[in-house]
């Protein structure tokens, strides 16, 4: 780890970088002041997380959870979900949202672009793979009938759905899209099929699928800028000091992470090696891209669940490709990316958590 922050350290007084940070937010195009942003209004509203894992330790019967415990399962869902029921949720949901994007779904679905089941030597896990404008574009996935199966056919169609976009509206030298923007449309498209889901389900089920996606929300916005956080002490602190030993390092995380975790999450002994196996701060603050697809993608949620006919704005934004800077993409549909509007997406999730709690209290359960 030293080597690594020696090497960054060395990189950016040749290139002439004023903060560790900086040449992550001109590889992605973005400026520093949005990201500051971002991680200022996150930071301040790491209560979310904390009233989450009181509630989270509350159902589980537990004083306090340990750290490896965060992300333990709180209930179950058994229903199983056919690859053809499946694509007919999110055909619903995609059509319900724009013809467009249902259009786009049904073409794959025909013309067979989506790689559906396990099978021998295929490798796990679910993607879209692009490469060129001229090259049709590919889902992987490995559906085997569970809820998250669902999820994961709206997120990777997300990805389709925005490439097509961008092929159908750009030249080829802006074929592209932001990492800061590279997970808007798969979340905002899992987003609405989770709530179609969560619709038709009874209580005992609804709670369960509430708190799974609190939990990912959580994961993805609010522990990425915490772990951002660490990332910006941790490059400070060796330009100031030099080597930084194992226990020094371990102190600086476990800071961090329990700013956001807060008092329901212990700080097991030997959690403050945690930041050994995270490969992401060994690419410098690439986590921030996280939390800024996610919260674009709730603020944008919002903004349609208010006014059906914004959706014409966001398929400008999934349109722009790299042709302009992540501002000015937002700024030609009235959006500035300042901190009001990452509040507007964690007000999804504060709205989520208090209708967890509520719900959790109708069943008894806390
Ligand atoms: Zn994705």
Request: glycine share 6%; aromatic share 10%; net charge negative.
């Amino acid at each position: 780890m030293n080597a690594i922050l020696e090497n960054k350290k060395v990189e950016d007084n040749l290139r002439g970088f004023e903060r560790p940070d900086s040449e992550r937010h001109l590889n992605d195009d973005i400026s520093t002041k949005i990201v500051d942003g971002l991680v200022k209004t996150v930071s301040e509203k790491f209560s979310i997380a904390k009233e989450f894992y009181k509630l989270k330790a509350q159902l589980l019967k537990q004083e306090k959870l340990e750290y490896y415990e965060r992300n333990v399962e709180s209930g179950s869902v058994d229903k199983e979900y056919s690859y053809e029921e499946s694509a007919a949720i999110v055909e619903k949901v995609l059509e319900g949202l724009d013809k467009k994007f249902g259009d786009i779904f049904k073409r794959y679905l025909d013309k067979g672009l989506i790689d559906v089941y396990p099978k021998k030597g295929k490798r796990g896990g679910a993607f879209c793979v692009y490469v060129t404008k001229s090259q049709p574009a590919y889902v992987m996935l490995n559906h085997t009938g569970r809820l998250d199966d669902v999820a994961t056919i709206a997120h990777e169609m997300g990805h389709a759905i925005n490439n097509e976009m961008v092929k159908e509206n750009q030249n080829a030298l802006n074929f592209g899209i932001s990492t800061a923007t590279a997970e808007v449309a798969s979340t905002f498209m899992e987003d609405f099929v989770f709530e179609e889901m969560a619709k038709e389900a009874d209580d005992e089920t609804r709670l369960s699928l509430m708190i799974t996606k609190l939990n990912s929300d959580i994961s993805s916005i609010i522990r990425q800028v915490a772990c951002y956080n660490f990332e910006k002490e941790l490059h400070e602190k060796f330009r100031e000091n030099g080597f930084l030993s194992k226990e020094e390092i371990g102190k600086v995380f476990q800071k961090h992470m329990s700013a956001y975790m807060g008092d329901f999450v212990k700080m097991s002994p030997g959690s403050e090696n945690w930041w050994v196996y995270w490969s992401h701060i060994r690419t410098y603050f690439y986590v921030y891209s996280y939390a800024s697809g996610l919260l674009i993608s709730k603020a944008l949620q919002r903004k349609v669940k208010q006014d059906k006919g914004f959706i014409e704005n966001v398929k400008k934004i999934l349109s722009s490709g790299i042709s302009k800077s992540v501002e000015d993409i937002f700024k030609e549909v009235g959006i500035e990316l300042n901190e009001e509007f990452w509040e507007h997406g964690l007000k999804e999730i504060e709205d989520l958590l208090n209708e967890t709690k509520e719900l959790a209290k109708k069943l008894g359960k806390i």
